[in-house]
């Protein structure tokens, strides 16, 4: 039998900024790989170019940036699609939650309108009819309790943790192989956040969907288990299972960060 094939799989990835002074590399040589139901946490200081290589994976590259590399989503080269292919895959194949809800969720429609047009987008719902349907579905699966209620409300009508409750429902609601949460935490205290770390593993163990999150949070990463691999100046210094490398990191690096701020990386 052969190996599975991972979900996600990023080879020797660079992205350069234009500068003042000529490009400057945000990433340099990243590899990543993440198998189906599987959590990698990319952790790593402020500026270390985690979002930028979230961004790259999601072919959203900042203004005027250079990416070089290889990025394959199961059988999917993404570095040869098109842009409309590429639409086609954000939403569809990899759901994307930003730090903040109100990044993803439009704040002038409720949430059932919001999630319907992004089912009938994808075609992943054969009609308006069957999109409307599977709306309350959608949202217990992202754990909101009375998810009719949720459906009629605006976003500014809902807790900071049901907003991103919907959020991640808007993200995940066509099934993706990819989800990719940067930062989503950061935002809620401390319950809230352990809530919608776990509302994670449950769409992982549930429904096979590989994880790339992305936190400058040592605490968050414990708690997301997985894979973790650290980043400084845009590189990967270490990587493994979340539990070796957060108590017995093999890098200096890493170990500095460990015990010069127990809790949490700035
Ligand atoms: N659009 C951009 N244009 C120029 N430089 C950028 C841009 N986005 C990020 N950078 C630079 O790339 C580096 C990595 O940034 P980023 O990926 O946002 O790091 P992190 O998410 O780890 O905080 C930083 O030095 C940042 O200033
Ligand atoms: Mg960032």
Known sequence: MSAPRPALAVEDLTVGYPGPE????????????IEPG????????SGSGK????????????RGARTGGRIRLGDTD???????????????????????????LDPLRRIGPQLTEV??????????????????????????PDPERIAGSYPHEL???????AAIALAVCCGPDLLIADEPTTALDALVRGQVLDLF???????????????????????????????????????????????????AFTAGLLTARPGELR
Not at 38 to 45: F, I, P, Q, T
Not at 88 to 104: A, E, K, L, M
Not at 159 to 165: D, F, H, T, V, Y
């Open 38 to 45: 599987d959590a990698l946490v990319l952790l790593g200081e």
């Open 159 to 165: 807790s900071g943790g049901l907003r991103q409750r």
């Open 78 to 104: 993404l570095r040869t699609l098109d842009e409309r292919s590429l639409a086609r895959v954000r939403g569809r194949r990899i759901g994307y939650v930003p730090q903040d809800p109100t990044g993803s």
């Open 22 to 33: 000529g490009p400057v590399r945000a990433v340099d040589g990243v590899c990543l790989h």
């Open 201 to 251: 593993g449950a769409l992982r163990g549930e429904h096979g969907i590989a994880l790339l999150l992305v936190t400058h949070d040592l605490s968050v990463a414990r708690r997301t288990g997985g894979r973790v691999a650290v980043m400084r100046d845009g590189r990967i210094v270490e990587t493994g299972p979340a539990g070796q490398v957060l108590s017995r990191p093999g890098h």
């Open 51 to 62: 979002t930028t290589v979230a961004r790259a994976v999601l072919g959203l590259p900042g």
């Open 119 to 144: 089912l009938l987008r994808h075609r992943v719902a054969p009609g308006r009819r069957a999109a409307r349907a599977a709306v309350p579905g959608i949202l217990a699966t992202a754990g909101i």
